[in-house]
């Protein structure tokens, strides 16, 4: 499991080197073709692949170094993907249906 909290792109954060777009989307191509599950945290962007499950939520940036009239209120984003495991297709079919027993030999007493 990868977190990655790049500097977000389009916002000034007070980081000593600048961020470019191009960086952003060789990280984007880059946790597209890894192997790992991953966790990426940022404002919301065309740039993510919108395949990716994505959490939203409300935040304040109380550590700012922006002006104080400045808003800080955000709409920040959190990317999941887990690559842990792939399903076979006609097994998310099968449990799909609720037409299985994995064990029809031990009655339901016996698994308590």
């Given amino acids: 499991m990868f ?3 790049p500097p977000y ?3 000034i954060q007070g980081y000593t080197h600048n961020y470019t777009i191009e960086q952003y ?3 984007i191509a880059t946790l597209n073709d890894i192997k790992g599950s991953f966790v990426l945290s940022g404002y919301n962007n065309e740039y993510v692949n919108p395949q990716w499950d994505k959490v939203v939520f409300k935040a304040v940036m109380s ?3 922006s002006k ?3 808003n800080k209120n ?3 984003c959190i990317w999941m993907v887990d690559k842990s495991h792939t399903v076979r297709p006609e097994i998310k079919t099968l ?3 609720g037409k ?3 064990f029809p030999h031990i009655s339901p007493e016996e698994i308590k």
């Fill in 95 to 97: 449990f799909d249906s």
């Fill in 25 to 27: 989307k060789e990280l």
């Fill in 63 to 65: 550590a700012s170094r």
């Fill in 100 to 102: 299985f027993d994995c």
């Fill in 3 to 5: 977190y990655c909290d």
């Fill in 68 to 70: 104080p009239n400045i």
């Fill in 9 to 11: 792109i389009n916002a």
């Fill in 74 to 76: 955000r709409e920040e």
